[in-house]
């Protein structure tokens, strides 16, 4: 049997081709502490302790061709949580726990809560057990992300209200005035672009929870305001996950869509990712 030594070793050489040394050493570690439950601490401790995994060959291999670790390991964490992940929903990011973050600090005690294209339910699930007692809907059009949503809420202890719809086609399954406060990672990142992403994105992540054509970049963030204006109750809120190269654009749009203190916001490294505003009626 290897050691957790040896693992690393093993994964950072056939991951080498593909990452830069330092990321494939992160990737490595990253499977091996999630796979045998250990910390920095524990290996650095017991670095030759042996590492019981018998699928090592297999998760290597996967790994070699681009397979993200979290679909791996089969969960990531998020906001402190550790989420469900596999192929067909999204894999959340950082900057989505900064806008999730944000979310929680600036909505009140009580309030409705929907969360748009809610995948595998990170956002939904952080509000509801962030805001004291909030009543968080999530929606999603894809029934494999509702399905892994559902299932992350209720192994987390997170009271949300899940339903099938579409953000393209004006949420007319929610009711008038019903919200507080709606937040959306939408799809964002332009065709044209997904050349310039690596293969463990561009190849495996759903490509509908990403992409977004060339001729029409903001076409999500258009659909979803012009639903929000109906949705939101007075001086209700959106937030929005934005794309950094469309930032100025998006803000843009918010404000011909009658949007009020349009603010984008910057990221822990200075990028514009997120955007709040609110309804005027």
């Not at 990672?185 to 561009?202: C, F, Q, S, T």
Request: hydrophobic share 45%; aromatic share 6%; glycine share 6%.
């Amino acid at each position: 049997m290897p050691t957790r030594r040896e693992v690393i070793d093993r994964i950072r050489r056939a991951l080498v081709p593909l990452y830069a040394p330092r990321e494939a050493e992160q990737i490595a570690r990253r499977f091996l502490f999630e796979r045998c439950g250990i910390t920095l601490t524990d290996y650095v401790v017991r670095p030759d302790a042996e590492a019981p995994i018998p699928d090592l060959a297999t998760a290597v291999a996967q790994l070699a061709a681009g397979r993200p670790v979290q679909y791996v390991v089969g969960s990531t964490e998020f906001c402190g949580l550790r989420f469900e992940v596999g192929e067909g929903v999204l894999i959340p990011r950082p900057e989505t726990e900064e806008l999730a973050a944000a979310v929680a600090a600036e909505t009140p005690a009580g309030a409705a809560v929907l969360d748009v294209g809610t995948g595998s339910g990170c956002i939904a699930v952080t509000l509801a057990r962030r805001i004291p007692r909030a009543r968080v809907t999530a929606v999603d059009l894809s029934p494999q992300a509702l399905d892994t949503a559902c299932r992350n809420a209720r192994r987390l202890g997170a009271d949300v209200r899940f339903l099938r719809a579409d953000a393209l086609a004006g949420l007319h399954e929610l009711p008038d005035a019903a919200f507080d406060c709606v937040v959306s990672n939408p799809p964002y990142v332009p065709l044209r672009d997904r050349a310039e992403m690596h293969v463990n994105v561009r190849d495996y992540e759903p490509p509908e929870a990403l992409f977004v054509p060339d001729d029409d970049p903001l076409r999500f963030y258009r659909a979803i305001a012009r639903a929000a204006r109906r949705l939101l109750r007075p001086d209700g809120r959106l937030w929005f996950e934005i794309y950094e190269r469309l930032a100025d654009q998006t803000a843009r749009l918010l404000a011909d869509e009658g949007f009020a203190a349009v603010a984008v916001r910057r990221d822990g490294y200075d990028k514009p990712r997120m955007i709040c505003c609110t309804v005027r009626k």
